[in-house]
């Protein structure tokens, strides 16, 4: 290596570890606010429109919406759009329609977690069967920010997998486990200023480097795809159903909506996170499309991003860069910590393990839990190949398995435990069987989620019409 290309690498490992470090200080200052579970989980219920806004955007703007968006970006082209703006578009409806109904519910009967909702609506068998299985998977998506932050070290600074793993395993669960939501999202502010101020110089200067708009569509690969907005190989349209559901039922999410002060803080907050989430959907797919002016056969599209930053941009830019990178990451891994860490302490060990535990045993299970879940999605990254492929899997389980309950719970109390039980067996049956049988290839209409949820509320429909019909014929007896 060059004594250039080392003092470049020296730059850009140093500004990364010293963000870390103020990070973590900055974590462990706020979390002298903590006075008791309900500051870990919901924050007291005191967060107004801006810290809603900003924990909120920070947690959605991550793996999938830089590093996957951006493959995606570089393969497809303008379709990858419909990625992040997929989000935004659930970020809507779970600002104006989801949202204030079921913060109105958890205000009202002191709920902490989306499976105390789930209990509080259907019962305990339900609550049990969503904990286990989100946690496992919340392992999964809590690994692809992990890869994502490895691949971007791994280009940068040539370094190995497990040691971009292991630095942002280590600064995530530090300041997350010492304060929680209250923490997490004074600590988002901080990443999404940085996030924000790196894509706002930087993007613009990329594309201006790479020789303007003109240099980028010379190097998209020839194919009408490329330009049709609606439709892409693996983009397009067809990514609402497997994304919006997902963004409005999100048990991180809706916990953090738990933690807004009033409706007016939550739709506001939610509402203009939404919005920039459908501008910010722009940014990645611009990012891939650039990376192909200077490498146009990537074996790994997601390294599209670290080579915008290495070859595109001046090298304190491209440092600034990195890690904006980083806090995108780190904000949406500490609110998927968020899933891991309440639904463990609250969900499984308060609620069926030891009943009787106190406030600050559960606060401490829930701190022991995310420092549990860091370590494992540590040791996951390093096995799972890329971003885009954990995402894929952890967004279609949790629409087809939540998004019918939680929804149809919202508008009606008549439902009860076996048509919740049944809509998450269907639907997660349906799933994996319409991957397995690759019914996608032949069109989209074959989508695994969207048949999957189709599946899903049509067994809840099913069962509650059987239901109602055989109480109606006890009555008439």
Do not use: C
């Not at 997929?86 to 109105?104: M, N």
């Not at 110089?201 to 201006?208: D, E, F, K, W």
């Not at 990195?322 to 904000?331: D, H, N, P, R």
């Amino acid at each position: 290596m060059s004594p250039d290309a080392s003092s470049h690498v020296a730059l850009q490992l140093g500004l990364l570890l010293g963000y870390s470090g103020v990070l973590i200080v900055f974590g462990f200052f706020m979390s002298r606010r903590i006075k008791g579970s309900g500051s870990f989980f919901v924050a007291d219920r005191s967060l107004g429109p801006g810290l809603v806004f900003s924990t909120f955007l920070a947690a959605n703007i991550g793996a999938g919406s830089i590093i996957g968006a951006s493959g995606l970006g570089y393969t497809d082209g303008i379709s990858a759009w419909w990625w992040v703006g997929s989000a935004g578009i659930g970020s809507l409806l779970l600002a104006f329609w989801v949202g204030p109904r079921i913060w109105r519910i958890a205000a009202r009967n002191g709920l902490y977690t989306a499976g105390d909702y789930l209990e509080h609506r259907y019962g305990s068998s339900v609550r049990a069967v969503i904990a286990m299985l989100l946690w496992f998977l919340t392992l999964i998506i809590l690994a692809a920010q992990l890869i994502a932050m490895s691949e971007i070290l791994e280009w940068v600074l040539d370094s190995p997998r497990w040691l971009g793993a292991l630095i942002g395993g280590f600064v995530m669960t530090a300041y997350f486990a010492s304060g929680g939501l209250l923490t997490s999202a004074w600590v988002n502010l901080v990443q999404l200023l940085v996030l924000l101020g790196g894509f706002a110089i930087g993007l613009p200067l990329a594309l201006s480097l790479a020789g303007g708009w003109e240099a980028v569509v010379a190097a998209a690969p020839a194919g009408p795809e490329q330009s049709n907005f609606f439709l892409g190989a693996n983009s397009g349209v067809v990514l609402v159903a497997l994304i919006v559901p997902a963004f409005i039922i999100s048990p991180g999410l809706l916990q953090k909506a738990y933690g807004a002060r009033d409706e007016r803080a939550l739709r506001i907050g939610i509402g203009l996170q939404g919005l920039v989430l459908l501008l910010f959907a722009f940014v990645p797919v611009l990012m891939g499309m650039i990376a192909r002016v200077y490498e146009p056969s990537l074996s790994n599209p997601e390294f599209a991003v670290p080579i915008v930053l290495t070859e595109g941009l001046p090298v304190a830019l491209g440092a600034l860069g990195l890690a904006a990178i980083f806090s995108a990451e780190l904000s949406s891994a500490d609110a998927i910590l968020f899933m891991l860490s309440t639904s463990l302490s609250k969900d499984l060990y308060k609620r069926y393990a030891f009943p009787s535990a106190t406030n600050a045993q559960v606060l401490q299970v829930a701190r022991w839990a995310a420092v549990a879940g860091g370590v494992l999605a540590v040791l996951l990254a390093i096995v799972i190949p890329t971003v885009i492929d954990s995402l894929r899997v952890f967004y279609a389980v949790l629409s087809v398995s939540l998004f019918v309950p939680i929804v149809a719970g919202l508008h009606s109390r008549r439902p009860g435990i076996p048509e919740a039980l049944s809509a998450i067996g269907v639907g997660v049956t349906v799933l994996f069987s319409v991957r397995l049988a690759d019914l996608s290839s032949i069109s989209w209409l074959f989508d695994p989620t969207l048949l999957a949820i189709v599946a899903s509320a049509a067994a809840f429909a099913i069962v509650f019409l059987f239901r109602q019909r055989r109480l109606r014929a006890e009555r008439d007896l």
